[in-house]
């Protein structure tokens, strides 16, 4: 069982350039999550997906787009990648609607805009 | 945005004493609290969650919840240098919002 799977696990972009990081969940889980840690910052949510077919807006939305394919992906896009953009990206999946919603995290995605 | 706060630390424990983390969080309405530990240059994984006052003891981890105090801790008794980690508090909302994490360093 894999869990949370998030590609890629390291990316090197130059200001300006555009990618997509993508995640996947094996869980049937209706929530999904992308968050960023930069350090002393905690993780800040910058969008969900509460279930198929809908996307929000978390903490830190500007600069991004995601894009909530199916049940099982959620991909995250920096359209114009900025240096502020240099940080580790966590994807996560969840069931929403219970008090012991455990979040369940992807391995990470250490990405350096220069 | 509703807030958890978490002292950053680090909090430095030796070997075999108890560590006690604490959060507190601003949304009175919040049900459910969440400590994950997170090694470095790992993610996060869940310790335990707690959503009812008082005590929930699992193994050497106890969460305590004080809703009337905005209050929630975790204590690590018999702290042991694997504990030595970022602990994040968690509170459930829309998604799981949570705290800068408190670095615990347990040394021998």
């Known amino acids: 069982n894999a869990g949370v799977t998030q590609t890629p696990k390291f990316q090197v972009l130059k200001t300006g350039q555009s990618m997509t990081l993508q995640c996947a969940q094996d869980m049937n889980h209706n929530s999904m999550y992308w968050y960023r840690q930069d350090p002393g910052m905690g993780l800040r949510l910058i969008y969900y997906?509460?279930?198929?077919?809908?996307?929000d807006k978390g903490e830190v939305p500007n600069g991004y787009n995601v894009s909530r394919l199916n049940k099982r992906e959620f991909s995250l896009r920096l359209e114009s990648a900025a240096p502020s953009q240099t940080s580790v990206y966590f994807c996560a999946s969840s069931e929403l609607d219970a008090l012991n919603t455990e979040a369940f995290f992807g391995q990470g995605t250490r990405l350096t805009v220069v | 945005q509703k807030e958890v706060e978490q002292n950053s630390g680090p909090l430095s424990v030796p070997e075999g004493a108890i560590a006690s983390l604490n959060c507190t969080y601003s949304?009175?309405?919040?049900?459910?609290f969440f400590w994950y530990r997170q090694y470095s240059g790992k993610s996060p994984e869940l310790i335990m969650f707690?959503?009812?006052?008082g005590d929930k003891e699992d193994g050497r981890f106890t969460a305590q919840l004080n809703k009337a105090s905005q209050y929630v801790s975790l204590l690590i008794r018999d702290s042991q240098p694997s504990d030595s980690a970022t602990y994040l508090c968690?509170?459930?909302?829309?998604?799981?919002?949570f705290g800068k994490g408190t670095s615990l360093l347990v040394t021998p």
């Open positions: 997906s509460a279930s198929e077919g809908t996307t």
């Open positions: 707690i959503y009812s006052n």
């Open positions: 949304d009175r309405g919040s049900q459910s």
């Open positions: 968690a509170v459930k909302g829309y998604a799981l919002n």
